[in-house]
């Protein structure tokens, strides 16, 4: 079978036995893992994670954000789903060698477009779904947000980062190099909308009480200034990741400094 496109190689990045794999929220010397935690830390707090949380994690990755919703914010459950089997293993294992196996039989590999794995309201439902940074990759945008509005309950909070255009695009000929990205990236250019269009279609869908967090300076310029100084440490990285990792950082710098994406966290409750 041929590689996934959603895989381990962030693995190479990390620090230690980590393996974070989103873009970050950067301050001053951080590290990629610590910049991972630290975007991961931020939306748990935007959703007001605590120990009476029951959390659906989609598009969970190698699992590192599982184990800060457990050990950080100490919910009460936890569940998942994740299109990448090879990602799904190793959050799998990873929660087992922490000694959280009751948590593993509810990790699901799959895509989120399909009904079937999600679950239905009621005693084993979640009262909040996150998405950390991975919503832009999903081949529906809105059948996501049905989905997730059909397994909350009343008041319960869908919560995620995750990129929007500026009000003021225009598309011109920065649409060639963003449509490009968006290919190269499988990001479908339909998931991509202004931050009102995107509360519109969380409206349509059931949702409530919208929050937009703008993040875009912190994440997009802090990965590309990151990556600035560690490709040249980066000798031990195959040539196709490094080749990966200085377009992302290329293209965010170019994105922000053009307005031509911003980066947001997001946060909507399940309305009556």
């Known amino acids: 079978m041929p590689p996934e496109f959603f895989d381990t190689a962030e693995i190479a990045i990390n620090e230690g036995d980590q393996s974070w794999g989103n873009l970050g929220l950067w301050q001053e010397q951080d590290s990629y893992s610590s910049a991972c935690r630290n975007l991961a830390i931020a939306l748990g707090s935007m959703a007001g994670l605590d120990e009476t949380s029951h959390v659906l994690d989609v598009g969970f990755g190698c699992g590192d954000q599982l184990l800060l919703w457990l050990e950080h914010f100490q919910v009460a459950t936890l569940q998942g789903i994740n299109l990448s089997a090879t990602q799904t293993q190793g959050a799998t294992e990873l929660l087992h060698r922490r000694g959280y196996d009751k948590h593993c039989e509810h990790l ?18 979640p009262t909040c779904i996150l998405c ?56 479908p250019r339909g998931n991509i909308m202004t931050a009102a269009r995107y509360a519109e279609q969380l409206v349509d869908s059931g949702f409530s009480s919208i929050e937009v967090r703008d993040i875009s300076q912190e994440v997009m310029l802090g990965f590309a200034g990151w990556w600035r100084c560690y490709r040249e440490r980066a000798g031990h990285l195959p040539t196709r990741s490094r080749l990966k990792y200085l377009i992302t950082a290329r293209f965010l710098d170019w994105a922000f400094t053009n307005n031509v994406l911003r980066y947001v966290m997001v946060c909507a409750q399940r309305k009556p």
């Open 132 to 187: 950390l940074d991975s919503a832009y990759h999903f081949q529906s945008k809105p059948v996501f947000f049905e989905h997730a509005a059909h397994s909350l309950p009343v008041g319960g909070k869908l919560c995620l980062t995750d990129f929007v255009l500026p009000e003021d695009f225009r598309p011109g000929m920065r649409e060639l190099p963003l449509h490009a990205m968006l290919w190269a990236s499988r990001i």
């Open 108 to 125: 699901t590999q799959g895509d989120i477009c399909d009904s079937s794995l999600w679950p239905a309201r009621g005693a084993q439902a």
